[in-house]
């Protein structure tokens, strides 16, 4: 089932070098709106939780120490099919094969700091963002 919304995460490495501003510009012009967003930072614990699926990767404990090193923005994206939109528009997870204007490509440092989390699936889309935001939150 496709769905109309998706979440993403501006990461630690993009924030501290000043690249929120750029990276929602990107998404405003690929035709996204933004129903939800805050700056915000994750302690350890609560990246853990974020990123539980991954607990038994062996990148899984310096991803938390990452994600919980500096603040990020979270945001719930709308667009029609917005999962796969999106996950277009931020390109590979290795910014060096991530095709060139994708964000990734434009403002990632390398694989491991890689500028923007996206949803893979519009099941963790809706997971991932009621993690962030309550109903109350959501425009």
Avoid: C, W
């Avoid at 994708?102 to 009621?130: C, K, L, M, P, Y």
Wanted: no cysteine; hydrophobic share 40%; charged share 25%.
């Amino acid at each position: 089932m496709e769905s109309n919304k998706t979440f993403t995460m501006i990461k630690p490495d993009a924030v501290a070098n000043g690249h929120i501003g750029g990276i929602l510009d990107q998404i405003i012009k690929a035709g996204f709106s933004i129903k939800a967003m805050k700056l915000t930072s994750l302690s350890a614990e609560k990246a853990g939780e974020f990123y539980a699926v991954h607990k038994e990767r062996p990148f899984y404990g310096d991803l938390v120490k990452f994600m919980s090193s500096g603040p990020i923005v979270a945001a719930i994206l709308e667009k029609d099919n917005a999962v796969e939109e999106f996950r277009k528009l931020i390109g590979a997870t290795d910014p060096k094969k991530a095709e060139e204007g994708t964000i990734r490509n434009r403002f990632a440092e390398s694989i491991e700091a890689n500028a923007v989390h996206g949803s893979d699936s519009d099941e963790n889309a809706a997971i991932e963002g009621s993690f962030f935001f309550s109903a109350f939150e959501r425009v």
